[in-house]
Each structure stands twice: as C-alpha cells, then as structure tokens.
T-cell receptor, first 114, second 114 residues
Framework: ETGVTQTPRHLVMGMTNKKSLKCEQH?????MYWYKQSAKKPLELMFV???????ENNSVPSRFSPECPNSSHLFLHLHTLQPEDSALYLC?????????????FGPGTRLTVL | GDSVTQMEGPVTLSEEACLTI???????????LFWYVQYPGEGLQLLLK?????DKGSNKGFEATYRKETTSFHLEKGSVQVSDSAVYFC?????????????FGTGTKLQVIP
C-alpha cells in the first residue's frame, strides 16, 4: 500500500469512550502531522512530530493525546471527548519540516461524538 | 500572525468555463504557497506549489503565480471539467522556530455543471 493511510475511516463514539485513530505513511518521511477539519473553518494543525519527537502542540486539549512510536506510524488517542470535537481528522506526512517540503495527506477519519 | 484569505464559495461554473479562485495571504518572512484539492470523501491532495516570488506552480491545467507585491496566489484554469468539482484550499508554510508552520484558508467549493 502506498501513500498515507488512516483507520478507521469513520468513527462514532460516546463522550465517555476511549478510542484511537491510526495513521501510517509508506513514503519514508520523517515528519507527521494531525489536523482537524471542521465545517466552514480552516484546517487546524494539532500536532507535529519530527523524527518521532513532538515539536509542536497547538494548544490542543488534553483529551487528545498523540503518540508516534516510529517515523511511519502516528496515533491520536481520544478520551472523554465533547460533541464539538466531531470533525474530520487528517493525518499528513512530509520528508522534513522545511517550509518547501510537501505534505501528503491521508483520507481522514470522520469522527462523530454523541 | 499568518493568515490566508480565500474567496467564499460555492463557485458554480459550466463545463469549459474559465476559473479563478482568489487567494491572498499575510505572513512575516518568506512563505511557500500551496493549493490543495479535496474531492468528496477524500483527504487533501497537493495540486501545485510555489516556493518563491514569481514562481508559477502548475498541474492538471491549473496554474497559480506567487505574487509577492500583491501577496496573492490566485488559482486559475482555462477550461474546467465536471471532474474538477471539489473543494480547493490555499495554504502557506513558513519556518517558525525550526519547524514549518502551516496556515490554511477556509476552502472554496467548486461545482462544475455539464
């Protein structure tokens, strides 16, 4: 499989559930990202990992917890979410973190919090 | 701070019409500029990019020129097809503290009718 894959593609969870989103990149990249896409709002960068170390956390609530065990995998652990957290969560990767490096996006996970 | 402003959609065109989607930006430093496209149910795909002033990015008949003097990166296509129907995002990336900071516009939905 090539590119950036995300699982699951759709997720419905209650506010008391704990779930995880998974992202895998098959491009040999060194940087990975989580974005949140809400309706009629710009994409919001949530987390950036470079060489498996977190280099940016854009003031994301602690109910979102990222994990990057290696350069090919990125997880987003979810717990006690709120209905306003319902959105499309996109993962991306890039070769490096230089501003000319192109980011490649996965198809996203559509999350609905009841 | 950094920001990207796109024209609001939806933009509805007939097949073979000319397309322009306006994008202007505000950033300190020297950003790279990007257009991404998102087809229904999919993640973002890079459409084209330009990394310095006066560069022209082009792909699949789409073009955009990095205009530093007007801080713009308008997307153009001479003849649109039904298959171009999607949401288009303008974005900028700039180095901040050793990593790239990405800022997206809110997206412009394009509908092409036969």
């Amino acid at each position: 499989e090539t590119g950036v894959t995300q699982t699951p593609r759709h997720l419905v969870m209650g506010m008391t559930n704990k779930k995880s989103l998974k992202c895998e990149q098959h491009l040999g990249h060194n940087a990975m990202y989580w974005y949140k896409q809400s309706a009629k709002k710009p994409l919001e960068l949530m987390f950036v990992y470079s060489l498996e170390e977190r280099v940016e956390n854009n003031s994301v609530p602690s109910r979102f917890s990222p994990e990057c065990p290696n350069s090919s995998h990125l997880f987003l652990h979810l717990h006690t979410l709120q209905p306003e957290d319902s959105a499309l969560y996109l993962c991306a990767s890039s070769q490096g973190t230089f501003h000319t490096d192109t980011q490649y996006f996965g198809p996203g996970t559509r999350l609905t919090v009841l | 701070g950094d920001s990207v402003t796109q024209m609001e959609g939806p933009v509805t065109l007939s097949e073979e019409a000319c397309l322009t989607i306006n994008c202007t930006y505000t950033a300190t430093g020297y950003p790279s500029l990007f257009w991404y496209v998102q087809y229904p149910g999919e993640g973002l795909q890079l459409l084209l990019k330009a990394t310095k002033a006066d560069d022209k990015g082009s792909n699949k008949g789409f073009e955009a020129t990095y205009r530093k003097e007007t801080t713009s990166f308008h997307l153009e296509k001479g003849s649109v097809q039904v298959s171009d129907s999607a949401v288009y995002f303008c974005a900028l990336r700039v180095e901040r503290g050793g990593y790239q900071k990405v800022t997206f516009g809110t997206g412009t939905k394009l509908q092409v009718i036969p």
